[in-house]
């Protein structure tokens, strides 16, 4: 199945650094979701878009709805331990029901 | 409140067998989303129900099927299982299925 394309696959950082990955589609979406996923769980809801150009905060996370409606953008200002996980980007459109899902950022804390 | 429900947590069956898997919402939502996470990848879409129809299918053969009862918990089925169809499955909930899913736990399916 059809699956975005996310970049970067993985990111090792410091804590304490600041942290952005983006996601791209070849087709349009009405709705841009960012969701975190740690081994075991399910995704967690991060951030919803629903507005072209839209700029959405979380407390340190940072979400951009791209302009062409093809793209999405996460930042996470200073990293901590927690923030470790496997960002996921999805993209749905209204009266459609599914979520189409990237291929996810694997983010890595260095001690 | 409780969030989106799943049973059981882990399973192991052989080529062959059959399996079904429970998911109840989270209250006074209406709509259950299914989706196929295999490792290393991002989850995929297979069904949706809303109001106890099926809304949407994603691309899985028809040996997948699901069914949503009328208190809105759901069951997703598949028959004849392959090496491949092991995956953690994922069940998501939103109030009317053209809005915010959210997701619980998921059943992880190991097929030997």
């Given at each position: 199945g059809q699956q975005l394309n996310q970049s970067p696959q993985s990111m090792f950082i410091q804590e304490g650094e600041d942290v952005s990955m983006n996601c791209t589609s070849s087709s349009i979406f009405n709705t841009w979701l960012w969701y975190k996923q740690e081994p075991g769980e399910g995704p967690v809801l991060l951030i919803a878009l629903y507005k072209a150009g839209e700029l959405t905060s979380n407390g340190r996370l940072t979400a951009q709805f791209g302009i062409t409606r093809k793209d999405s953008f996460l930042n996470i200002s200073a990293s901590i331990p927690s923030?470790?996980?496997i960002y996921f980007c999805a993209g749905a459109n209204f009266g459609n029901e599914k979520l189409t899902f990237g291929t996810g950022t694997r983010l890595t804390i260095i001690p | 409140d409780a969030g989106v429900t799943q049973s059981p947590t882990h399973l192991i069956k052989t080529r062959g067998q059959h399996v079904t898997l429970r998911c109840s919402p989270i209250s006074g939502h209406k709509s259950v989303s299914w989706y196929q996470q295999v490792l290393g990848?991002?989850?995929?879409?297979?069904?949706?129900y809303y109001e106890k129809e099926e809304r949407g299918r994603g691309n899985f053969p028809d040996r997948f099927s699901a069914r949503?009862?009328?208190n809105y918990s759901s069951e997703l089925n598949v028959n004849a299982l392959l090496l491949g169809d092991s995956a953690l499955y994922l069940c998501a909930s939103s109030v009317a299925g053209g809005d915010t899913q959210?997701?619980?736990?998921?059943?992880?399916?190991?097929?030997l």
């Open positions: 923030d470790v996980g | 990848q991002g989850p995929q879409f297979i069904f949706q949503q009862f009328p959210y997701f619980g736990p998921g059943t992880r399916l190991t097929v």
